[in-house]
Every structure is written in structure tokens, then in C-alpha cells.
């Protein structure tokens, strides 16, 4: 076995509880319960071994990860050994008091969700009434203590056409960068993928936002931009390829490639509980079940772009073609990317899945 370069990024899902209910959350279908979660403890040692394995940043999110008490205390720890810390959050438990407790805590940066720029549209897809105010009263906190600050929006079908009003927002609230990323179809948004789908047109013209975007607010405001697969003819590099920059931990403990590896069938799922990061990283079946290029089928393994693309994503291609080891079929060399253009232009009625866990 080849030895693995270390990752570069940890993403520890503290939680999976959160008072917002999207559609298109990337979470498993099935969510571990808050009695699963681990100890802080756990969490204590799962960063000191990501440090000691190469580990540069950290990124706490969930769920919610506000809504564990003891994220100051992981992220103190995370800064003492030198990781950068990143907080994923929805922003509505944000006020003076646990946003001092994060900045006194030594947080790095915070990248705060917003459903949409419309506040009927945000409680659609959030169902949280209130949330769009508390998000807006989440980032001018962050702005005024200094904090470097990213917005993120999710963009589907229903709110792809105020694309432009989301980075004029973004540039009004001082932040340093905006995500405008595209739904991507695992967990939640696979279930809900017909009605989150945009048209061809409706992402061509988001595209031009972003252009125009980009030219008019230049270096004052980086902006991301994750457009969808399913109108790609070329899969992206999920994850940065299985297996060689990120680690994915869940709130039980399980170490993952990605955040949807566990609908991969047929495998172990490693935990911190019972074996070390480095050990799983480097050894287990798992990480090395499509890392690199050795397991790859044809017309992947004699493709110019394999270490471009790396198979593209795994999940992606179980989802569709319930085959994970299958090419990525968004690649239009695969002989089965019909499947990719049909549900892009499926029909778009029904009513969404929310993602519902209760009290938080
Ligand atoms: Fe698992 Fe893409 S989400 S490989």
C-alpha cells in the first residue's frame, strides 16, 4: 500500500441536531442522534491527532455546531495547536455573548448560510421563521468584531434568478468572500432533486451574474462559484479525489472520505473511538477503497484528465448508477450519462422532503 500524503483539511461534524430543515442538506438520510455525539473529550483528542497527522484546518460544522456548548472549548484547542479554524454555521443561535466566546476562543473565520435574499423564500427552504434576521444581525456581529467572514448560498430552481441581489448582499455585509454554490444531489437534495433542479437557462444566467459580478466588485469581494453537475458534461474533482485532502468526521465518531460515503455499501466504516486517525487515514479499506487511480474502470483509467478529475465523485455515481466504483456518469465519455441528462430535465412537481430532528 502507497503511503497517503496527510490531509489538508478536517471537517468535524459536532452535531447533526439543527433548528433549520433544508431540503437540500447534504447530511445522511439517517442522522445521528444527539445521544451518539461524541464526548468533548473525544473531540479533544480526535484534534490533537489530526494535528499530529499533518492536519491544517478545521472546519466545525454540522447540523448546527452552535448548538454544542462545548464549541469554544474545541475550537481554543483547535487554535492552541496551530490549526486554522473555520465555523459552517446557519448564524441564528449567533449573539454578543456566543460570538465572544468564539472570537475570545481564537476563531479564525466564520462562514455563514443564507437560504436566499427573499425572507419568504429563506423560511421556505430554511422553515425557520425569524431566520433571515437573525442571519443578517449574525453577520454585522462577525463584521464588527473583525472576524473574517464568507457567505455562503445554496442556489436550486426557486432562487437561482436573485443570484445577483445575493452578491450585492454579500458586498453590502463587508464580507471577504461569497459562495454561490449550485445544489449538489447527495443526501436530502438527491430526495429532492427534481424540484431544486435548475434549467440550462436559469444557470447560464446565474453564470453571467457572477461575471458581471466579479468585474464590478474586483478584489473587494472574492466570489466562489460551484456550478451543478448535472448540466456538466465533465465531472468535478470531488473532494480533491477520494482519500487525499480531506477527512470527513461524523458526530458518532466515523471517519469518511466525504460526507456521503456512507451509502457506499459493502464497507467498514472506521471510528476514532476504536482506532487513530493517522491509522485510518493511511490503512483503512476504506480511504484507500478509490484513492488514486488504480481502481478505476475504463474509459477513466486511460483518460488524459484522471488526475484531473480523479473519477470525479463516487457517491454521485453510486446515486445513479448504484454502482460506486462506476465512471462518474456527469462525464460524457461514460456510457451511461443519459442518465444525467434525463434528471436534468426531469419534471419539477411534488412538494419537498424537509430534513426535520427536533428540538435542538
Ligand atoms: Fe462522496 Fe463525492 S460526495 S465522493
Redesign the pocket.
Known sequence: MSFAPPPMSLLAELTHRCPLACPYC?NPLALDRRAAEMETADWLRVLDEAASLGVLQVHFSGGEPMARHDLPELVRHASKLNLYTNLITSGVLINDATLEALDTAGLDHIQLSFQDVDEAGAERIGGLRGAQEKKLNAARLIKARGIPLTLNFVVHRENVARVPEMLDLAHELGAGRVEIAHT?Y?GWGLKNRDLLMPSAAQLEASTEAVVKARARFGNSLAIDYVTPDYHADQPKP??GG?GQRFVNITPSGKV??????E??PNVVFPNVATESLGAIWQDSPLFNL?RGTDWMPEPCRSCSLKEVDWG?????ALALTGDASATDPVCARSNQHALVMEAATAGHDGEFLYRRFGAI
Open positions: 447534504s449538489q447527495y470531488c473532494m477520494w469518511l472520505p466525504c460526507h456521503a460515503a451509502t457506499i478509490f470525479g465523485c463516487r457517491c454521485q
